[in-house]
């Protein structure tokens, strides 16, 4: 497969509903993944467009620049793994606050002003944390806990589903 040829195919993935895309044959393994693809540990959309995940080590020479982002890929998924059982670990003595609702999550009543909380803030049962627009209307939503936070666990204007996570909070 030429590299015009997977240009080509690139572009025809981004005017479909295609999520994503494998093709194999011989030492050429293309993965392509499209606009609507949905990552699975995060829930949110991939909207950058199309982009390329793997090519063969072992490609043509007019497919020689692509080749070196193979190896880089397979390291960095790796150590993931090893690395989060210690993660939750951590984690299991915080307690979550949780998204009443489904909705767009905003850290801060507009652009202009500043996050309602951020790490290392101490909040207090009932002080307001963030915003959750849905169907237009914008809900300010409190906290049911008081302590520290330590982790925020959502990007601002990123679509939330109901009780997913937000934050978690130290409560010692």
Same mark, same amino acid.
């Given at each position: 497969?030429?590299?015009?040829?997977?240009?080509?195919?690139?572009?025809?993935?981004?005017?479909?509903?295609?999520?994503?895309?494998?093709?194999?044959?011989?030492?050429?393994?293309?993965?392509?993944?499209?606009?609507?693809?949905?990552?699975?540990?995060?829930?949110?959309?991939?909207?950058?467009? $199309?982009?390329?995940?793997? #090519?063969? /080590?072992? +490609? *043509?020479?007019?497919?020689? &620049?692509? @080749?070196?982002?193979? $190896?880089?890929?397979?390291? #960095?998924? /790796?150590? +993931? *793994?090893?690395?989060?059982? &210690?993660? @939750?670990?951590?984690?299991?003595?915080?307690?979550? #606050?949780?998204?009443?609702?489904?909705?767009?999550?905003?850290?801060?009543?507009?652009?202009?002003?500043?996050?309602?909380?951020?790490?290392?803030?101490?909040?207090?049962?009932?002080?307001?944390?963030?915003?959750?627009?849905?169907?237009?209307?914008?809900?300010?939503?409190?906290?049911?806990?008081?302590?520290?936070?330590?982790?925020?666990?959502?990007?601002?204007?990123?679509?939330?589903?109901?009780?997913?996570?937000?934050?978690?909070?130290?409560?010692?």
């Amino acid at each position: 497969m030429s590299f015009k040829e997977i240009q080509e195919l690139i572009k025809l993935i981004a005017k479909t509903e295609l999520s994503e895309f494998k093709y194999e044959k011989g030492d050429v393994k293309v993965h392509v993944r499209g606009k609507s693809y949905v990552t699975k540990n995060v829930g949110a959309q991939n909207s950058s467009g $199309p982009s390329i995940i793997s #090519v063969p /080590a072992a +490609a *043509p020479s007019y497919q020689s &620049a692509p @080749a070196p982002a193979a $190896p880089a890929t397979a390291p #960095v998924a /790796a150590p +993931a *793994p090893a690395a989060a059982p &210690a993660a @939750a670990n951590d984690e299991s003595k915080y307690v979550e #606050v949780r998204s009443p609702m489904i909705g767009t999550f905003y850290r801060s009543p507009s652009p202009e002003k500043g996050p309602y909380v951020k790490v290392g803030d101490t909040i207090s049962k009932g002080d307001t944390v963030c915003i959750v627009e849905a169907m237009k209307l914008f809900n300010e939503i409190e906290t049911e806990v008081s302590g520290k936070i330590v982790k925020m666990l959502v990007e601002d204007a990123q679509p939330i589903e109901y009780d997913q996570p937000l934050f978690l909070v130290d409560p010692s």
